[in-house]
């Protein structure tokens, strides 16, 4: 198996930032692509940023495009997400999402969750 580790989230006042990690681990593996999803209570979990590692393409949630900074390396199966101005209304749990191929006998492709983390911006 693979395991995603998110890690960063917190409690922050309106305007704050937060930066999140979230790392890749396991063995006969490689991530093609990492991203970030959120769910706030009673609210459906939402695509925030992607990233793919071939060719760089980044994509955002309207929501967030010019608050948020996704970035990563991909020989560390690692991304982060840099979350400035922060709203109340990003109050949410965070999860970390990656597309992970795996080697083996059947070699295939699989999607990974991360557990998620607590993110809170009080008003």
């Known amino acids: 198996q693979v395991q995603l580790v998110e890690s960063g989230g917190g409690l922050v006042q309106a305007g704050g930032s937060l930066r999140l990690s979230c790392a890749a681990s396991g063995r006969s593996f490689s991530t093609w692509a990492m991203g970030w999803f959120r769910q706030a209570p009673g609210k459906e979990r939402e695509l925030v940023a992607t990233?793919?590692?071939?060719?760089?393409?980044?994509d955002y949630a309207d929501s967030v495009k010019g608050r948020f900074t996704i970035s990563g390396d991909d020989a560390k199966s690692t991304v982060y997400l840099q979350m400035n101005s922060l709203k109340p209304e990003d109050t949410a749990v965070y999860y970390c999402?990656?597309?992970?191929?795996?080697?083996?006998?059947?070699?295939?492709?699989?999607?990974?969750w991360g557990q998620g983390t607590q993110v809170t911006v009080s008003s």
């Open positions: 990233i793919s590692w071939s060719d760089g393409r980044t």
């Open positions: 999402k990656a597309n992970v191929r795996v080697y083996g006998l059947r070699t295939a492709e699989y999607f990974y």
